[in-house]
Antibody, heavy 120, light 112 residues
Framework: EVQLVETGGGLVRPGSSLKLSCATS????????MNWVRQAPGKGLEWVAL??????????NYAESVKGRFTISRDDSKSRVYLQMNTLRDQDTATYYC???????????WGQGTLVTVSS | DVVLTQTPPTLLATIGQSVSISCRSS???????????LNWLLQRTGQSPQPLIY???KLESGVPNRFSGSGSGTDFTLKISGVEAEDLGVYYC?????????FGSGTKLEIK
């Protein structure tokens, strides 16, 4: 069974940093592209970042709203994907979901999400 | 960025009624490799989104065949033939033909 479990969310001040983690199991992580998607309270879905697998040289892509502030990374030995978030803003407040790509769907599997609240 | 415009924003349906949701793209979603990367997802209240349809019209495993997708280029439709109570929630279209990946604003399906 595929499982994605996000951790690391919490309440932080504007300008601070936070690192999210997504632990995965039930599939071959090393050859899977992974994404982070977020959802502000009561709002729609926003793609945040993508990291490809080793066969694609771990290429990463970011939404313009987080480029230069967020970094996606992965540890294939631990089957984990991370999102380092720096210089956090109020607008980054959201539930952050880790998703797994499968075949023609970049969001085929979702975790339960972790809530990040940025507030002074 | 590709903008996906979903209509209607809210849909009120009775059980057994057939409904359609439109998703219009600001650019063609036909990739140079011949695929059209337009998917549909459903998010039930308090839950993570779940995939319904990929590549415009292909049902994800386990999705009932009352769901169907159609369209091409810039115009796409999700149809539910005979709404059931478990279908309520917010439906999103999304595209990954172009970076950045983008989602529609969602259509909330409510049951009368």
């Amino acid at each position: 069974e595929v499982q994605l479990v996000e951790t690391g969310g919490g309440l932080v001040r504007p300008g601070s940093s936070l690192k999210l983690s997504c632990a995965t199991s039930g599939f071959t992580f090393s050859n899977t592209w992974m994404n982070w998607v977020r959802q502000a309270p009561g709002k729609g879905l926003e793609w945040v970042a993508l990291i490809k697998d080793k066969y694609s040289n771990y290429e990463a892509n970011y939404a313009e709203s987080v480029k230069g502030r967020f970094t996606i990374s992965r540890d294939d030995s631990k089957s984990r994907v991370y999102l380092q978030m720096n210089t956090l803003r109020d607008q980054d407040t959201a539930t952050y979901y880790c998703t797994r790509r499968y075949r023609y769907n970049p969001f085929a599997y979702w975790g339960q999400g972790t809530l990040v609240t940025v507030s002074s | 960025d590709v903008v996906l415009t979903q209509t209607p924003p809210t849909l009120l349906a009775t059980i057994g009624q057939s409904v359609s949701i439109s998703c219009r793209s600001s650019q063609s979603l036909l990739h140079s490799n011949g695929n059209t990367y337009l998917n549909w997802l459903l998010q039930r209240t308090g839950q993570s989104p779940q995939p319904l349809i990929y590549l415009v019209s292909k049902l994800e495993s386990g999705v009932p065949n009352r769901f169907s997708g159609s369209g091409s280029g810039t115009d796409f439709t999700l149809k539910i033939s005979g709404v059931e109570a478990e279908d309520l929630g917010v439906y999103y279209c999304m595209q990954f033909t172009h970076y950045p990946l983008t989602f529609g604003s969602g259509t909330k399906l409510e049951i009368k």
